[in-house]
């Protein structure tokens, strides 16, 4: 008489409440983990809920420790936490973000009934999503495939553990009485008879169809026409980032130095004709006219003369100078927290957003200011760029033609000098040095005190101001110290106003490398680069000037092309790693439908080979298989058959025995 099936070993109910218990604190840890990635303020609290949940898990039997006026005053003390939070910071969503987290940090000081767990899983689950429009980020993709996992595992012991008892609802239980499943808490030993009892086939059967299901909605995603998450999204809207970078309207020695630590991306920009790419790009964001006590600021004359009204529009026509040919159209992925100000590489033709945004252009100084600083990634598109180191200006041009006449103001020509009158005396001496007492064209002039500035200062990140009275630039300026290119750019403007001509410095980035996989332009924050421009009446516009460039050429002298691309290729692993945010950004982010269908495309491709190589495969397989099955049957060929056929009922029988 055959035996019955053995029966597979189940988890007790204590078992169910400990795994139970056990995934709540994971996915507690998973959804606050989403702080490390978003910019607001909840250190501390990420600190103190990753303490508590990793406490409790490992000795469930604390929370029966806590004495009951924390669970009396928790409620009042939350609402009034969150209430102060909102008064003094006035940000709706960084409070909400604290608020979620300290019903986080309570759910796990307290032991969980249903309702409890499930709170667990949907406080977590705002948090992901929160992280995941703000930061637009590729690893959001990652975190919440993660996250869903583990929410249906905890929904599963949730279910098993409910059907377990009963569907009954336990009793009710002292506040400080640890539970009996919490008092022989052994995770190893949970972990082992976890292993046991697991049918590793219905895993399997589980983790496919999850696996589909998250290979379907991908492919729908790409399909579907969506909205914009930046823009249809009302999250980002209640919160203010700072700036990483430190780029601001004023801008002291030292901030650019900071950023130039910073290594990650600030931003990545496609370009349609690689032969249009210039060796060195500056691409510019900045332009600082006003200098008082060591410190450049934008003055209020330039945004008022230079900068136009405030405009709400999805595009914004520029003043390039038409030219034959088909335009070069660059796509700017700007990161989060860099700046408002867009970074550009001179005039264009035209500039487009994806989205209507509010923001204040100046034609002649090529800066396109943003009335806020972007929140999430952000993108726009420039059609017709005047690449060149020379920025025509026909408005300044005609005022410094008239800078003798009395009604010209002279704060308007950006050649002025608030100095004491022995630092004005420095400046004339060093002038004099340089020039040899002769008036020289601002492009000689320029070439000749950048190789007096390079011959006198080394380059450092960490510059030290020499003491003493006066001004702080001038100070540096006759010293020997190192410095920065923020005190390079700013003394050689002080030279170049003290030489008579006007002069300024532009911020924003230098250089940058070429994704070899990618193929686009990676620039990083450490690529943060300060220069001068000084104006050419000859050339009736404004010269760019880099003290720390070798030379500065012309328009014409710039190697372009090829040869820039070889000079800055990148292909290491890191080049590798960008190159999946860029076609996150290219395929998902930027939502173009062009791009949209050639990516279902690409896919369609893929599947469609895929099927012909295997129906290929199947092909050969069986005429194989035939030619064999019709070949002649010896005495050892009948051998060899019928001992697999054996082996198989045998391994057969044994796993429906034994293996259950």
Same mark, same amino acid.
């Given at each position: 008489m055959s035996s019955l099936p053995t029966r597979r070993p189940q988890l007790t109910l204590d078992e169910l409440?400990?795994?139970?218990?056990?995934?709540?604190?994971?996915?507690?840890?998973?959804?606050?983990?989403?702080?490390?990635?978003?910019?607001?303020?909840?250190?501390?609290?990420?600190?103190?809920?990753?303490?508590?949940?990793?406490?409790?898990?490992?000795?469930?039997?604390?929370?029966?420790?806590?004495?009951?006026?924390?669970?009396?005053?928790?409620?009042?003390?939350?609402?009034?936490?969150?209430?102060?939070?909102?008064?003094?910071?006035?940000?709706?969503?960084?409070?909400?973000?604290?608020?979620?987290?300290?019903?986080?940090?309570?759910?796990?000081?307290?032991?969980? /009934?249903?309702?409890?767990?499930?709170?667990?899983i949907v406080l977590g689950l705002f948090l992901v999503i929160v992280a995941g429009v703000l930061t637009v980020s590729l690893t959001f993709a990652a975190?919440?495939?993660?996250?869903?996992?583990?929410?249906?595992?905890?929904?599963?012991?949730?279910?098993?553990?409910?059907a377990a008892n009963g569907g009954r609802i336990p009793p009710h239980r002292p506040i400080r009485e640890a539970p009996a499943w919490a008092g022989h808490v052994h995770w190893p030993q949970l972990l082992r008879r976890l292993r046991e009892v697991t049918d590793w086939r219905v895993v399997g059967f589980g983790a496919g169809l999850f696996g589909g299901v998250v290979a379907v909605s991908a492919l729908l995603?790409?399909?579907?026409? *969506?909205?914009?998450?930046?823009?249809?999204?009302?999250?980002? *809207?209640?919160?203010?980032?700072?700036?990483?970078?430190?780029?601001?309207?004023?801008?002291?020695?030292?901030?650019?130095?900071?950023?130039?630590?910073?290594?990650s991306i600030a931003l990545s920009v496609d370009v349609s004709d690689q032969s249009q790419i210039p060796?060195?790009?500056?691409?510019?964001?900045?332009?600082?006219?006003?200098?008082?006590?060591?410190?450049?600021?934008?003055?209020?004359?330039?945004?008022? /003369?230079?900068?136009?009204?405030?405009?709400?529009?999805?595009?914004?026509?520029?003043?390039?100078?038409?030219?034959?040919?088909?335009?070069?159209?660059?796509?700017?992925?700007?990161?989060?927290?860099?700046?408002?100000?867009?970074?550009?590489?001179?005039?264009?033709?035209?500039?487009?957003? *994806?989205e209507a945004q509010n923001y204040r252009y100046a034609p002649y100084l090529a800066v396109v200011a943003l009335r806020e600083e972007p929140v999430t990634m952000t993108a726009y598109r420039v059609e017709g760029f005047e690449l060149g180191s020379l920025l025509v200006d026909p408005a300044f041009a005609e005022r410094w033609r008239r800078r003798a006449l009395p009604e010209q103001r002279r704060v308007a020509l950006q050649s002025r000098l608030v100095l004491a009158e022995s630092d004005l005396g420095v400046l004339r001496r060093t002038v004099a040095e340089i020039t040899g007492g002769a008036a020289?064209?601002?492009?000689?002039?320029?070439?000749?005190?950048?190789?007096?500035?390079?011959?006198?200062?080394g380059y450092s990140l960490a510059p030290g101001l020499p003491g003493g009275e006066g001004d702080p630039l001038v100070r540096w300026?006759?010293?020997?110290?190192?410095?920065?290119?923020?005190?390079?750019?700013?003394?050689?403007?002080?030279?170049?106003?003290?030489?008579?001509?006007a002069a300024r410095v532009v911020t924003g980035f230098r250089g940058g490398s070429w994704n070899g996989f990618s193929n686009n332009f990676t620039i990083r924050n450490a690529e943060a680069h300060a220069w001068t421009e000084i104006f050419d009446e000859a050339a009736g516009g404004w010269l760019r000037a880099d003290p720390l460039a070798p030379a500065a050429g012309t328009a014409g002298d710039e190697v372009r092309g090829e040869a820039a691309v070889a000079s800055r290729l990148d292909r290491s692993w890191t080049a590798r790693l960008d190159s999946l945010r860029v076609f996150w950004y290219r395929r998902i982010v930027s939502f173009d439908q062009r791009s949209q269908a050639e990516t279902l495309k690409a896919v369609k491709e893929a599947t469609q080979n895929t099927g012909r190589r295997l129906r290929k495969f199947l092909g050969a397989s069986m005429e194989g298989f035939t030619a064999w099955l019709l070949s002649p049957w010896d005495l050892e060929r009948t051998a060899r058959m019928l001992g697999a056929v054996a082996a198989v009922c045998a391994l057969g029988w044994f796993w429906r025995e034994h293996g259950r």
């Open positions: 409440h400990q795994l139970k218990w056990l995934l709540g604190g994971l996915l507690t840890l998973l959804g606050v983990s989403t702080i490390l990635y978003m910019d607001i303020e909840a250190w501390v609290l990420l600190t103190l809920t990753t303490a508590t949940a990793v406490a409790t898990v490992w000795r469930p039997t604390l929370p029966a420790r806590v004495p009951p006026i924390v669970h009396t005053l928790a409620f009042p003390a939350i609402v009034a936490f969150f209430a102060g939070d909102l008064w003094l910071n006035t940000e709706i969503l960084p409070a909400m973000v604290r608020l979620d987290i300290l019903l986080l940090i309570y759910r796990n000081l307290s032991y969980r /009934q249903r309702r409890d767990d499930l709170q667990i975190h919440i495939l993660v996250y869903t996992a583990g929410a249906l595992a905890l929904l599963l012991v949730v279910t098993l553990g409910d995603f790409l399909a579907i026409p *969506r909205f914009q998450l930046e823009s249809g999204m009302f999250l980002d *809207r209640f919160i203010t980032k700072k700036a990483r970078t430190g780029f601001s309207e004023t801008i002291r020695f030292g901030d650019v130095s900071e950023i130039q630590q910073d290594n060796a060195s790009p500056y691409w510019r964001m900045l332009v600082l006219d006003d200098y008082r006590d060591g410190t450049f600021r934008l003055s209020t004359v330039l945004r008022g /003369q230079e900068f136009a009204s405030e405009r709400t529009a999805s595009f914004q026509a520029g003043h390039a100078r038409p030219r034959l040919g088909a335009k070069v159209v660059w796509t700017f992925y700007l990161e989060s927290g860099v700046s408002r100000f867009l970074p550009l590489l001179g005039p264009f033709d035209l500039v487009r957003f *994806r020289l064209p601002a492009a000689d002039f320029a070439r000749r005190a950048g190789e007096w500035l390079r011959r006198q200062h300026l006759i010293s020997r110290e190192a410095g920065h290119c923020e005190l390079f750019a700013g003394s050689l403007v002080l030279l170049a106003r003290s030489a008579g001509f």
